[in-house]
């Protein structure tokens, strides 16, 4: 079974569980793969590269909009502080609901699912 074949597998499963498919597969992730990254999806991931991964992209992102929308009258590190610690919070926060989603639906690890 291929990555996309396993990543097809994953959606029904846990949509039969009730469970978004843009929770199971972020748009984030859709996008890695489309650019060829055959990165687990996110309940299959471990906390901390999970939340490295979310709080980086989270952090730069949500700090430039804010930087070029509302905190232009603020110097760049405390623009980059703000930045860094909401990106932080954020991929903590996420990666801490992946982690417990991944738990209670008794997930194996990806080289396993779907467990044939």
Same mark, same amino acid.
């Given at each position: 079974?291929?990555? !996309?074949?396993? +990543?097809?597998?994953?959606?029904?499963?846990?949509?039969? @569980?009730? +469970?978004?498919?843009?929770?199971? +597969? /972020?748009? %984030? $992730? @859709?996008?890695? $793969?489309?650019? &060829?990254?055959?990165?687990? =999806?996110?309940? #299959? *991931?471990?906390?901390?590269?999970?939340? %490295?991964?979310?709080?980086? #992209?989270?952090?730069?992102? $949500?700090?430039?909009?804010? @930087?070029?929308?509302? $905190? !232009?009258?603020? &110097?760049?590190?405390?623009?980059?502080? +703000?930045?860094?610690?909401?990106?932080?919070? #954020?991929?903590?926060? *996420?990666?801490?609901?992946?982690?417990?989603?991944?738990?209670?639906?008794?997930? /194996? /690890?990806?080289?396993?699912? =779907?467990?044939?």
């Amino acid at each position: 079974m291929n990555h !996309r074949e396993k +990543v097809e597998a994953l959606i029904a499963d846990l949509s039969d @569980r009730g +469970v978004a498919p843009t929770t199971v +597969v /972020p748009p %984030l $992730w @859709r996008l890695a $793969w489309s650019l &060829g990254l055959e990165i687990p =999806p996110p309940h #299959f *991931m471990g906390f901390a590269p999970l939340a %490295l991964f979310l709080g980086l #992209f989270f952090g730069t992102l $949500w700090g430039t909009v804010m @930087r070029l929308l509302i $905190w !232009r009258s603020w &110097g760049l590190a405390p623009t980059v502080a +703000v930045g860094a610690a909401g990106g932080a919070l #954020f991929g903590l926060t *996420m990666a801490a609901y992946y982690r417990f989603s991944a738990s209670k639906f008794g997930l /194996p /690890p990806w080289k396993r699912y =779907p467990g044939e």
